[in-house]
């Protein structure tokens, strides 16, 4: 290497903004997904670091690990392991964050820390609460992923959200997201829409050939509605129209095995990753979610030209056309049954999906939402 190339080479170093997002583990999730969507941006003068907070080791735990290899992002891994225990483990991680954060900050001197959810946002500002002088030359974002925050921890809550607002670092990425945290909180943060990428399709093994297949896929916890799923799947167990695939894991997930585990009419499979490779071998997605920041599954479906069938619920009606037909209100189980009735295979429905194409692609470009966050990191 020549000694003007040496210099070039260390003046891009020196240049370089180094951008840590913060997420609370290697799996599936929506804003995991829209890290790794940001950390994949090609923009010259960003160097992207992934950090986990509590340490995954699901079946997919891997799968994610090679797409950030694939991508060229840097990535390090949490200590504390995951354990399923009402928050415990996630809470404790967030506290001892600060321990093992700390070697790796002072050797990146990262210019950016971008936190996901409510665990990684409690870590960050603990961290810095811990080590306030860092915060000179590293600037806090923190995107707001969902209308509802520190569902039974509102004291700790506030105090992180007091953190988050003195250094103006919030981004709420719909209207919905927007407008509750400005009613609680008394700040209106600007809004990134999550970006997506469409995804070349294949198709999905499971498909039950003769009949409607209707997808749910997410965690299975009590914010994605899964009272409703069981009730709306049961209403139907004996239809032969009807194949139901429920693909996810979380705290509900021995409610799904005892009431829909012997039903005939339905597969219960574990999370699938890179599933939005799959989509359109589906006939529907229904998503009765009680609420949602802005859905990445929702987008990912219209992209895929799937039709969803959703609760209007703050966070995932944005992700549909004003008039789409196939939402229901509240939750009423009357409206999912009026509108199940009136279902056809999708083939015989291209319309809708042609429609929820159109308007994904026109919104919720990913593109777009890399070079707004990268102006985010600049200003």
Known sequence: MSVLSL??????????????????HFDVGG?????????????????YHVVELIRARSRVTPVFIAELDDAGIR?????????????VFERLAAFVFPLWFLPLFLKHRPAVIHSHTEMPDLAVSWFFTLFPALLKGCKP??????????TGMKSTGRRVERFFRRH???????????????????????????????????????????KINILFAGRLEPQKGI?????????????????????????????????LGSLSSVTLHAPVHGLAACLSSFDYLLMPSEF???????????????????????????????????????????????????????????????????????KFG????QEAYEAVYLY
């Open 31 to 47: 804003a995991e997904r829209v890290a790794v969507n940001i950390a994949k941006s090609k923009t010259e003068g960003f160097e």
């Open 292 to 362: 949602e920041g802005l859905s990445i599954m929702s987008i990912e479906a219209s992209l895929a030209g799937l039709p969803v069938i959703a609760n209007s619920c703050p966070g995932l009606r944005d992700t549909l056309p004003p008039d789409w037909p196939l939402c229901v209100r509240g939750n009423d189980l009357g409206q999912y049954v009026s509108i199940f009735r009136t279902l056809e295979k999708r083939a015989d429905n291209c319309g809708l999906s042609v429609k929820a194409r159109q308007f994904a692609k026109e």
């Open 7 to 24: 210099y070039c080479y260390l003046c891009i170093i020196m240049r370089m903004k180094k951008v840590f997002h913060i997420i609370s």
């Open 168 to 210: 103006n670092a919030n981004v709420a990425i719909s209207p919905s997201v927007r407008n509750c945290y400005e009613e609680e909180y008394g700040q209106r943060a600007p809004i990134i829409y999550n970006g997506v990428a469409e995804t070349p399709q294949k198709p999905y093994e499971g498909i039950v050939r003769g």
């Open 227 to 259: 009272s409703t799923l069981i009730q709306i799947i049961k209403r139907f167990k004996d239809s032969d129209r009807f194949h139901f695939h429920v693909i996810g894991d979380g705290s509900l997930r021995r409610d799904i095995e005892s009431e």
């Open 141 to 150: 974002v923190r995107t707001i992923h969902n209308t509802r925050l520190w």
């Open 75 to 87: 990535y390090h891994r949490a200590c504390v392991p995951y354990v399923r225990f009402h928050y």
């Open 366 to 369: 990913i593109r777009r939402m």
